[in-house]
Antibody
């Protein structure tokens, strides 16, 4: 079955750039949207953004000035880059697949989505 | 941004209890809502999409209800593996937003 695995440094210094990669195994990277979500210690879930297999992105406004995403379909990987990090960026970072679902009349294109497959998450600490 | 508010933030219950969690959106999101379950140290798991449709493999004791602004997640008979934190997420528009979570604890 499809599995996702995040990789990247566990410790980043303040003002530096965080770079994470998610590797997709057991399935296709094409024809899906992929996403990054983070969760600060003891806190809820924060969506970072989407990337489509064709390369288009949609990043949450609060991080748009510092975050970018890329995808390498040949390697079945997609990546998150977050610049000028601060302690507030300390979190567990998850990658996930955005599944498309139809309800009712499934002769039409799917009209619902859900984060249906998640990586295990990787803890990133921002500290000097 | 669409704000999602869950209540309660935590609850205590026993095995076999019926549990209901509420999620409210600050605008009409029709049925564009997911529910997720997260246990400590693990990634969230998808339970329900389109407000009421059970994801493949999810036990039938879980059910979702509601549309518009008010939604519920009900566990009909709580099992030991159900003690976890539950999150709703609106899929109506970006930016994606989650509820603050409801922690279901052992009474």
């Amino acid at each position: 079955q499809v599995q996702l695995q995040e990789s990247g440094p566990g410790l980043v210094k303040p003002s530096e750039t965080l770079s994470l990669t998610c590797t997709v195994s057991g399935g296709f990277i094409s024809s899906y949207y992929w996403t990054w979500i983070r969760q600060s210690p003891g806190r809820g879930l924060e969506w970072i953004g989407y990337i489509y297999y064709g390369g288009s992105t949609n990043i949450t406004p609060s991080l748009r000035s510092r975050a970018s995403m890329s995808i390498d379909t040949s390697k079945k990987q997609f990546s998150l880059i977050l610049s000028s990090v601060t302690a507030a960026d300390t979190a567990v970072y998850y990658c996930a697949r955005v599944g498309a679902y139809c309800t009712g009349d499934c002769s039409q294109p799917p009209d619902h989505d859900a984060f249906d497959i998640w990586g295990q998450g990787t803890m990133v600490t921002v500290s000097s | 941004d669409i704000q999602m508010t869950q209540s309660p933030s935590s609850l205590s219950a026993s095995v076999g209890n019926r549990v209901t969690i509420t999620c409210r959106a600050n605008q009409n999101i029709r049925n564009y809502l997911n529910w997720y379950q997260q246990t400590p140290g693990k990634a969230p798991k998808l339970l329900i999409y389109a407000a009421t449709t059970l994801h493949s493999g999810v036990p039938s004791r879980f059910s979702g209800g509601g549309s518009g602004t008010d939604f519920t997640l009900t566990i009909s008979s709580l099992q030991p593996e159900d003690f976890a934190t539950y999150y709703c997420r609106q899929t109506y528009s970006t930016p994606v937003t989650f509820g603050g979570g409801t922690k279901v604890e052992v009474k």
